[in-house]
């Protein structure tokens, strides 16, 4: 685990395989839906000096 600064990053053939699922099933059909005509939405951020996140709810 990364919580520890002394901890060594290791990304391996398993871990690439589980991400590119990972990034497949968010980006299939299932996932990606019109949103609903007169509903309300909310995006919520969060940034830090490495990246940034959204999301539509």
């Given at each position: 685990m990364l919580?520890?600064?002394?901890?060594?990053?290791?990304?391996?053939?398993?871990?690439?395989?589980?991400?590119q699922e990972l990034k497949n099933k968010?980006?299939?059909?299932?996932?990606?839906v019109l949103p609903e005509g007169m509903r309300g939405y909310a995006v919520y951020c969060d940034a830090s000096r490495v990246g940034l996140g959204c999301v539509l709810m």
């Open positions: 919580t520890h600064k002394a901890t060594k990053f290791q990304w391996n053939d398993a871990c690439e395989r589980s991400f968010l980006t299939s059909t299932p996932v990606l």
